[in-house]
């Protein structure tokens, strides 16, 4: 069985680490946690970790996987992204991509298969490098900008002292959220976490 390859964009850099575009990296940080694992640099010009998720039936340990960073920035993390399917032999319906997403009220987290960018940096440069738009897609809500400022200045703003404090109540959301998409499937999981508040 092929491995999921699960993604969480971002900007490199410790000056990005905070900033609203970079939740689906901090995901990935929550998930190599749980699995106790580290993320280590990969030729394909990310940081990536192969790890089990969740937990099978009767305690074994869950399906395997390849959780990632891509190492470069949001607007071309497409290569990365498909270096990483390609050494891992991962198909595009078996890639699970967790990005933050204006759309979303800050907290709320969306499932998706397929379906198009959103005016999404990343979302756009994966799905023109791997071909396909197939991929699933975990959302992560960051709210919009307050007034009139530019969503591109928005995201690339740290979580407000608040967010801050929510994050560690959120990223363990995210990452349960992977966790029941992997073990039941897209409708399962939509329907147990898209009622959440």
């Excluded at 993390?77 to 498909?82: D, E, L, S, T, Y």
């Excluded at 608040?162 to 994050?167: H, M, N």
Aim: with cysteine; net charge positive.
């Amino acid at each position: 069985m092929d491995p999921w390859l699960i993604v969480g964009l971002g900007n490199p850099g410790v000056e990005h680490a905070g900033n609203r575009h970079n939740v689906g990296a901090m995901a990935i940080d929550e998930l190599a946690g749980r699995s106790g694992s580290n993320l280590r640099a990969h030729r394909a010009r990310a940081r990536a970790a192969e790890v089990r998720i969740g937990t099978a039936p009767g305690g074994a340990p869950g399906p395997k996987a390849v959780i990632a960073v891509p190492m470069s920035y949001m607007n071309e993390c497409g290569g990365p992204v498909a270096g990483l399917m390609k050494f891992f032999n991962v198909p595009a319906e078996r890639l699970i991509v967790i990005h933050d997403d204006l759309d979303l009220d800050f907290g709320r987290i969306r499932l998706k298969q397929g379906g198009g960018d959103g005016g999404h940096n990343g979302l756009k440069s994966i799905t023109r490098s791997a071909g396909s738009k197939d991929y699933l897609r975990v959302r992560v809500g960051i709210g919009r900008p307050p007034g009139r400022m530019d969503p591109a200045r928005y995201v690339l703003r740290n979580f407000s002292a608040s967010e801050r404090g929510e994050l560690d109540f959120l990223l363990p959301d995210v990452a349960d959220a992977i966790e029941l998409l992997i073990e039941q499937g897209l409708e399962s999981a939509q329907n147990q976490v898209h009622p959440r508040p």
